[in-house]
């Protein structure tokens, strides 16, 4: 039996403009599908909102989404609570998404795109433990960890 994991990001209300704009930077297919389209009434609030989303690339990336209905009440987390000190990743946040490529070429490229106003936690450079690395809170909340698959050799 096999098993995938995949990361599933929750929204208030911006799920489709964050699948689209991770579309922009992973490609990959997109699939949005409405509460509406799930038959809850057109003309409630969250009709137009995701209730299933996820984008499936060929080269093997995939991420889901969904927007959180709005009688569920609490308020999402803030962005930018975590941050860099003395090589310390400090945080409240309760996951990251890691993003893990074989060049600093290719991810070097993924960081480019993802970091459009975003927050900047560590810049993408040379780590002590990978030819790569850096961390980002993107422009919807979600903090990421690029970095460069490091050669370890068995000692």
């Known amino acids: 039996m ?14 489709r403009e964050a699948l689209e704009f991770y579309q922009t ?3 990959g297919q997109l699939v949005a599908v ?9 003309e409630l609030p969250d ?13 093997g990336f995939g991420i889901m989404a969904y927007d959180i209905p709005a009688q569920a009440g609490a308020q999402a987390g ?3 609570t975590t941050r860099r000190e003395n090589g310390m990743t400090l ?4 996951l990251f998404m890691s993003l893990r490529g074989d060049s600093a070429e290719e991810v070097g490229e993924l960081w480019k795109k993802l970091s459009v106003d975003a927050t900047v936690v560590e810049d993408f450079g040379p780590a002590q433990w990978a030819p790569a690395f850096g ?3 993107d422009q919807f909340g979600v903090t990421w960890i690029l970095d460069v698959a490091a050669e ?4």
């Open 2 to 15: 096999a098993f995938a994991t995949t990361a599933h990001l929750n929204f208030r209300g911006n799920a």
């Open 25 to 27: 930077v992973f490609g």
């Open 34 to 42: 409405t509460y509406g389209d799930f038959g809850m009434p057109k």
């Open 47 to 59: 009709a137009s909102k995701i209730v299933f989303g996820q984008i499936v690339g060929a080269d």
């Open 78 to 80: 803030q962005a930018g």
């Open 91 to 94: 945080t409240h946040e309760s």
């Open 135 to 137: 961390m980002l809170t």
């Open 152 to 155: 370890y050799t068995a000692g």
